[in-house]
């Protein structure tokens, strides 16, 4: 097959059930060129990359290359047509080495002695590209920036043309993330392109060539990349137009409930996450957590609701400070968690409905003695829970894996909601759900504030945001750039927080 | 052609007890085969296997007896696999018990009446398999060492210790130099039924452990703590679930149920420590199998036991009554066992043979 000149997408969609990923999106791409793929998170960028590696068929639309049409049924189509994709998360086996993880799926190596082949490649490819690497290392030796190497020659060794590359440098030091730009600028003055799907600004601005940007599956925006700034692309990212505020009981916000002072966390990696926050939130009072994924909101999140180890600072819940990493102690003192992944922390799938309504809250009474579960009153707490928030299910005794997302996630908002006003942290609680659902959900968390309960959302849909909260906060890289209330929050002005800079 | 398989929703009880009988019949159709080839008919091999395991009074005590033991222990492995807990050492925990109970019994028994002695030997014999089975809890929990190979390297210790003791310190003054501790003193002795093996309080034991371990795991919330931790680990982290503590009571539950079953075989069938294969036949290990007959409910180990007890025996029995050797005895079980593992992937999925299709 010719090496790809050009690439095309033309009208394609997708949809899953009841959500449309992607709507008639064009996209193309020339040799010699960078790609940036932008947009908040769920807003299509992953599907539509997918497609084009082969893992989903498109509902509508085709692929081009050079013009021809080509059907991707699976990822080897895709790589025979000379489009290789570098997950975030990176596909090789820890234990083997560099070399025998490049030989994976390397056809071209003979049946004798194929060692030798295979490092004659490896070493042809990282004089070409500047792409240093030890070829007899184990993988799980190596740093993120080295693995980061290995997946690259891989999709070389499998001759591709195209590279996609999903927020690359999440995982790389700064350091790493320079390196990986000058190889890629090196790929692309030898004829390759590269998609880059990327949250953040600057990156896109420093390197790429042209931008995309995808919103809630369309196609925002598409520009050179002299055409644009930060704010502009920040613009493109969240739309131009504030969405009306639902209507909320005229409170005042009362007495501080949580008060966060000087936290500093660290993520999964041990880098910097968390960079000396403070911040405090009252009683009958939204708190909104503005701001590009990946900046903190997960650690700050996880940390407050006991699950992740602060390294400085306080968190102090209505005078009392939360002391151990533990979710029960947040419990206790009041904190409720709709979680961000909801299947995977937010219920047990295999167990029924009751049981999955007391998750956490099932050492306290009525719902539990020291030895004994009351599953009479676990149901009748269930049932109760399924018509106060239209949890659609045959019965209390449905495995919670039969409900739909929208019904697990209300399900999961009633039984953090339902023990009564307080703090109730919810990431992302619209997340993948249907319109009618989501407005269902965002509703009931106002409700929860009219009656007096203080509420952090943390949401990368700005429009949810401005529906709700009473506040805003913009965090990036850590810390707050700044708090907006209704009459002060401008597109603009969120748009540069987000970008960096203080408002 | 391809063959395509998928979950099954729900399983009714006449399901459940048909899919059974087919793996029954479909194994001991296997097993015809195998008795065939060897010139042996297989038509009065199988009706003596049945004779010696339910179709006789003596089969039906035997066939008992050798439950007792598979229950106690199959029930408390259900427990710990519920957590997903794999617990392999039951054979350890079990040795782990009769060595507390021995020593209670060699000890506090020549002073202390029969009413005394009895719980107490079981009480030291839960504490004994419990402590054993907290080991490889605190590894795992602690230094994140897999419970696979902990419980199996600690089975191996505790066989060697139990032979340590019996040759060495606690060799028994009264058995002539043979590797065994002295006997038991009477009160700690478990009566039999007339003519059998029985020990009714045993069996009472045994029974009313695989009932109260069923409501333990169903219905109280220790119970619905394992079943959290064992279904979706994530989950129980964000509900606060004590991963320790759980654990450790979970494994001292099934350790201890393990312990129970060596008291049992001690008190009633052996009455000394001897050596840990006479002690066991493998208890500990079968009762894996048990565990997963009786789908990791400990309430129905009480059905799975009893039911493997009887292939068991029915083995001995054609040993004894058609001179078969040993390994004919053992294929016999692994046949039965294979067929009846092939029925619980069956039961829970459905098997669809479909032509290639051009989608």
């Given at each position: 097959?010719?090496?790809?000149?050009?690439?095309?997408?033309?009208?394609?969609?997708?949809?899953?059930?009841?959500?449309?990923?992607?709507?008639?999106?064009?996209?193309?791409?020339?040799?010699?060129?960078?790609?940036g793929?932008?947009?908040?998170?769920?807003?299509?960028?992953?599907?539509?990359?997918?497609?084009?590696?082969?893992?989903?068929?498109?509902?509508?639309?085709?692929?081009?290359?050079?013009?021809?049409?080509?059907?991707?049924?699976?990822?080897?189509?895709?790589?025979?047509?000379?489009?290789?994709?570098?997950?975030?998360?990176?596909?090789?086996?820890?234990?083997?080495?560099?070399?025998?993880?490049?030989?994976?799926?390397?056809?071209?190596?003979?049946?004798?002695?194929?060692?030798?082949?295979?490092?004659?490649?490896?070493?042809?490819?990282?004089?070409?590209?500047?792409?240093?690497?030890?070829?007899?290392?184990?993988?799980?030796?190596?740093?993120?920036?080295?693995?980061?190497?290995?997946?690259i020659?891989?999709?070389?060794?499998?001759?591709?043309?195209?590279?996609?590359?999903?927020?690359?440098?999440?995982?790389?030091?700064?350091?790493?993330?320079?390196?990986?730009?000058?190889?890629?600028?090196?790929?692309?003055?030898?004829?390759?392109?590269?998609?880059?799907?990327?949250?953040k600004?600057?990156?896109?601005?420093?390197i790429?060539?042209?931008?995309m940007?995808l919103?809630?599956?369309?196609?925002?925006?598409?520009?050179?990349?002299?055409?644009?700034?930060?704010?502009?692309?920040?613009?493109?990212?969240?739309?131009?137009?504030i969405?009306?505020?639902?209507?909320?009981?005229?409170v005042?916000?009362?007495?501080?409930?949580?008060?966060?002072?000087?936290?500093?966390?660290?993520?999964?990696?041990?880098?910097?996450?968390?960079?000396?926050?403070?911040?405090?939130?009252?009683?009958?009072?939204?708190?909104?957590?503005?701001?590009?994924?990946?900046?903190?909101?997960?650690?700050?999140?996880?940390?407050?609701?006991?699950?992740?180890?602060?390294?400085?600072?306080?968190?102090?819940?209505?005078?009392?400070?939360?002391?151990?990493v533990?979710?029960?102690?947040?419990?206790?003192?009041?904190i409720?968690h709709?979680?961000?992944?909801?299947?995977?922390?937010?219920?047990?799938?295999?167990?029924?409905?009751?049981?999955?309504?007391?998750?956490?809250?099932?050492?306290?009474?009525?719902?539990?003695?020291?030895?004994?579960?009351?599953y009479?009153?676990?149901k009748?707490?269930?049932?109760?829970?399924?018509?106060?928030?239209?949890?659609?299910?045959?019965?209390?005794?449905?495995?919670?894996?039969?409900?739909?997302?929208?019904?697990?996630?209300?399900?999961?908002?009633?039984?953090?909601?339902?023990?009564?006003?307080?703090?109730?942290?919810?990431?992302?609680?619209?997340?993948?759900?249907?319109?009618?659902?989501?407005?269902?959900?965002?509703?009931?968390?106002?409700?929860?504030?009219?009656?007096?309960?203080?509420?952090?959302?943390?949401?990368?849909?700005l429009?949810?945001?401005?529906?709700?909260?009473?506040?805003?906060?913009?965090?990036f890289?850590?810390?707050?750039?700044?708090?907006?209330?209704?009459?002060?929050?401008?597109?603009?002005?969120?748009?540069?927080?987000?970008?960096?800079?203080?408002? | 052609?391809?063959?395509?398989?998928?979950?099954?929703e729900?399983?009714?009880?006449?399901?459940?007890?048909?899919?059974?009988?087919?793996?029954?019949?479909?194994?001991?159709?296997?097993?015809s085969?195998?008795?065939?080839?060897?010139?042996?008919?297989?038509?009065?091999?199988?009706?003596?296997?049945?004779?010696?395991?339910?179709?006789?009074?003596?089969?039906?005590?035997?066939?008992?007896?050798k439950?007792?033991?598979?229950?106690l222990?199959?029930?408390?492995?259900?427990?710990?696999?519920?957590?997903?807990?794999?617990?392999?050492?039951?054979?350890?925990?079990?040795?782990?018990?009769?060595?507390?109970?021995?020593?209670?019994?060699?000890?506090?028994g020549?002073?202390?009446?029969?009413?005394?002695?009895?719980?107490?030997?079981?009480?030291?014999?839960?504490?004994?398999?419990?402590?054993?089975?907290?080991?490889?809890?605190?590894?795992?929990?602690?230094?994140?060492?897999?419970?696979?190979?902990?419980?199996?390297?600690?089975?191996?210790?505790a066989?060697?210790?139990?032979?340590?003791?019996?040759?060495?310190?606690?060799?028994?003054?009264?058995?002539?130099?043979?590797?065994?501790?002295?006997?038991?003193?009477?009160?700690?002795?478990?009566?039999?039924?007339?003519?059998?093996?029985?020990?009714?309080?045993?069996?009472?034991?045994?029974?009313?452990?695989?009932?109260?371990?069923?409501?333990?795991?169903?219905?109280?919330?220790?119970?619905?703590?394992?079943?959290?931790?064992?279904?979706?680990?994530?989950?129980?982290?964000?509900?606060?679930?004590?991963?320790?503590?759980?654990?450790?009571?979970?494994?001292?539950?099934?350790?201890?149920?393990?312990?129970?079953?060596?008291?049992?075989?001690?008190?009633?069938?052996?009455?000394?420590?001897?050596?840990?294969?006479?002690?066991?036949?493998?208890y500990?290990?079968?009762?894996?199998?048990?565990?997963?007959?009786?789908?990791?409910?400990?309430?129905?180990?009480?059905?799975?036991?009893?039911?493997?007890?009887?292939?068991?025996v029915?083995?001995?029995?054609?040993?004894?009554?058609?001179?078969?050797?040993?390994?004919?005895?053992?294929?016999?079980?692994s046949?039965?066992?294979?067929f009846?593992?092939m029925?619980?992937?069956?039961?829970?999925?459905?098997?669809?043979?479909?032509?290639?299709?051009?989608?």
């Open positions: 097959m010719a090496r790809i000149q050009s690439l095309e997408m033309r009208g394609i969609s997708k949809s899953f059930l009841e959500v449309k990923a992607n709507r008639d999106i064009n996209l193309s791409i020339h040799a010699g060129e960078i790609l793929l932008l947009g908040e998170n769920g807003a299509g960028k992953t599907t539509l990359m997918n497609i084009l590696y082969g893992l989903y068929l498109p509902d509508e639309g085709d692929i081009l290359v050079n013009g021809e049409p080509i059907r991707l049924r699976g990822p080897k189509d895709s790589m025979r047509a000379g489009i290789g994709m570098i997950h975030q998360h990176f596909m090789l086996v820890d234990k083997h080495t560099v070399l025998e993880n490049i030989a994976l799926g390397f056809d071209e190596a003979p049946f004798f002695f194929p060692h030798r082949a295979i490092r004659k490649k490896i070493e042809q490819l990282s004089d070409q590209y500047g792409l240093r690497i030890n070829p007899d290392k184990p993988v799980w030796n190596l740093s993120a920036g080295e693995q980061q190497r290995v997946e020659i891989k999709a070389l060794s499998r001759n591709a043309d195209l590279l996609i590359m999903d927020e690359p440098t999440s995982v790389l030091t700064p350091q790493e993330a320079d390196e990986l730009f000058e190889i890629l600028r090196k790929m692309i003055l030898q004829g390759h392109s590269v998609i880059l799907i990327s949250h600004l600057e990156e896109i601005m420093s790429c060539d042209r931008v940007v919103r809630k599956g369309c196609l925002s925006g598409e520009a050179s990349i002299e055409d644009v700034d930060k704010g502009k692309l920040a613009e493109m990212m969240i739309g131009r137009q969405a009306a505020a639902y209507d909320k009981a005229d005042k916000p009362g007495g501080t409930v949580l008060d966060i002072q000087d936290l500093h966390v660290d993520s999964d990696r041990g880098l910097p996450a968390v960079r000396g926050l403070s911040v405090q939130i009252h009683s009958s009072e939204i708190l909104g957590i503005a701001g590009v994924s990946g900046n903190g909101q997960q650690e700050l999140v996880e940390t407050i609701t006991g699950l992740r180890q602060p390294l400085k600072g306080s968190v102090t819940m209505m005078g009392q400070p939360l002391k151990h533990n979710a029960r102690d947040a419990h206790t003192l009041g409720t709709v979680p961000e992944e909801r299947i995977k922390f937010g219920i047990v799938p295999n167990l029924p409905l009751y049981e999955n309504s007391v998750l956490k809250q099932h050492r306290d009474a009525p719902y539990s003695s020291w030895l004994r579960m009351d009479p009153v676990i009748n707490h269930a049932g109760d829970l399924v018509n106060s928030f239209q949890v659609d299910t045959p019965s209390v005794n449905a495995r919670m894996k039969n409900l739909s997302g929208g019904n697990i996630q209300k399900l999961i908002l009633g039984r953090e909601i339902s023990s009564g006003p307080n703090l109730l942290i919810a990431a992302h609680p619209t997340y993948g759900l249907d319109v009618g659902a989501a407005e269902y959900v965002r509703k009931q968390i106002i409700a929860l504030r009219d009656k007096g309960g203080s509420v952090l959302l943390v949401s990368e849909d429009d949810e945001l401005f529906m709700v909260c009473d506040r805003i906060a913009v965090m890289e850590g810390e707050f750039m700044g708090e907006l209330t209704p009459d002060t929050w401008t597109i603009e002005k969120i748009g540069l927080m987000m970008a960096g800079s203080h408002g | 052609m391809y063959i395509e398989l998928l979950p099954r729900k399983v009714s009880p006449q399901q459940n007890v048909l899919f059974m009988a087919a793996a029954l019949i479909a194994g001991l159709l296997a097993v085969v195998v008795f065939a080839l060897n010139g042996v008919n297989p038509a009065v091999a199988i009706f003596y296997i049945f004779k010696g395991s339910f179709g006789s009074w003596y089969g039906i005590k035997e066939t008992i007896t439950g007792m033991p598979l229950i222990i199959g029930s408390g492995l259900a427990l710990a696999y519920k957590a997903k807990f794999w617990n392999i050492g039951a054979e350890s925990q079990l040795l782990a018990g009769a060595i507390f109970a021995t020593w209670t019994g060699l000890n506090w020549p002073h202390l009446p029969a009413v005394v002695m009895v719980p107490l030997m079981f009480l030291s014999a839960f504490i004994g398999g419990a402590l054993w089975g907290m080991v490889p809890a605190v590894l795992k929990i602690r230094f994140g060492i897999n419970e696979v190979i902990s419980t199996l390297m600690l089975n191996y210790i066989a060697e210790f139990v032979k340590f003791l019996v040759v060495g310190p606690w060799k028994g003054a009264s058995k002539g130099g043979y590797p065994y501790t002295d006997d038991l003193p009477a009160s700690s002795i478990l009566p039999h039924l007339s003519h059998s093996r029985i020990s009714l309080l045993l069996l009472f034991l045994a029974v009313a452990s695989a009932l109260i371990l069923g409501w333990l795991v169903y219905k109280s919330r220790f119970g619905y703590e394992i079943r959290v931790i064992g279904e979706n680990v994530h989950a129980a982290r964000y509900s606060g679930i004590n991963f320790f503590r759980t654990s450790l009571l979970l494994m001292a539950v099934s350790g201890g149920m393990a312990g129970l079953a060596g008291a049992g075989e001690l008190m009633s069938i052996h009455h000394y420590l001897s050596y840990p294969d006479s002690l066991s036949a493998g500990g290990f079968t009762a894996i199998i048990v565990a997963w007959l009786a789908r990791l409910h400990p309430s129905y180990t009480i059905i799975a036991g009893l039911f493997f007890a009887g292939i068991i029915g083995g001995d029995a054609i040993q004894v009554s058609m001179g078969m050797p040993i390994a004919a005895v053992r294929v016999f079980n046949i039965i066992l294979i009846l593992i029925e619980d992937f069956l039961i829970s999925h459905r098997v669809r043979v479909r032509r290639k299709n051009h989608a």
